[in-house]
């Protein structure tokens, strides 16, 4: 049986335990350390390059932390982690550094950034690198495609599925009302089976992720701000993933 304890056990710092104010950038080796040093569970943000390997970092371009214009997904590994944080001086990380700075410590949840258009690439590069870690790992997505991909490649591997019930269209491009109905709704689960669900925490209470949690499903919730939303996120969740407070 698959042990799922360990989603659920500690707060988990979203993105790292980054600071503005201290200058410690968001999916950094910085807020990656930060976290592992208050013992926080840590949530991490990964995406393909384009020489089809992992970079760890959020936003589709760069220029929101950057001083460059693009998409990730047209820049190498190589060029990738040359590039220098505006905040901070460090440079971005790849996985497999990302690996390296975590090395089991503390719980590793891994979100999946794929592309919609290309479900493959950066899955088989991830999976492959989480065979030899030895320590507390997951991935997670919004797309259900890549979970249902990681079910398929590397069943081992604990996955999640990240959701959210206002889905507003702008922030879903290339789906319809249908799609976001089976998406926010769960109802893709008989195909991507996932182990444990990350939902918006103002987007509860819900049936599905109540259902979910009947049959032992964890269900962390994101994104949690202040203490008021942690312990709403307690009336329906096991965990949070919080940012901008200590819990």
């Known amino acids: 049986m698959t042990d799922l304890g360990f989603i659920s056990r500690l707060p988990i710092a979203h993105r790292g335990l980054h600071n503005a104010e201290k200058s410690v950038v968001e999916n950094s080796r910085g807020s990656i350390k930060a976290a592992i040093a208050q013992n926080y569970a840590i949530e991490i943000d990964v995406q393909l ?4 390997q992992a970079i760890v970092f959020h936003d589709e371009t ?53 592309l919609a258009n290309n479900i493959g690439p950066l899955e088989a590069y991830i999976a492959n690198l989480m065979q030899d870690y030895k320590g507390d790992i997951c991935i997670m997505s919004f797309n259900p495609f890549t979970v249902k991909e990681f079910k398929r490649i590397a069943p081992h591997i604990i996955r999640g599925i990240v959701a959210e019930h206002n889905m507003q269209p702008h922030e879903w491009p290339g789906t319809n009302g249908l799609t976001r109905f089976l998406f926010k709704n769960l109802l893709h689960w008989p195909l991507t089976r996932p182990h444990f669900i990350s ?19 964890p269900v ?23 940012e901008g407070y200590r819990p």
């Open 62 to 114: 760069l220029d929101r932390l950057i001083n460059k214009t693009g998409k990730v997904v047209d820049f190498t590994l190589s060029e990738l982690r040359n590039m220098i944080y505006k905040m901070g001086g460090e440079s971005i990380i790849s996985f497999a550094q990302l690996l390296e700075i975590v090395d089991g410590q503390v719980p590793l949840i891994v979100e999946v950034k794929s």
């Open 220 to 242: 962390i919730t994101w994104t949690v701000r202040s203490a008021k939303d942690a312990a709403y996120s307690d009336r329906y969740a096991d965990q949070i993933t919080f």
């Open 199 to 217: 939902y918006h925490v103002h987007d509860l209470p819900r049936l599905s992720v109540r259902i979910a949690k009947l049959c032992s499903t």
């Open 49 to 52: 390059t384009k020489d089809n």
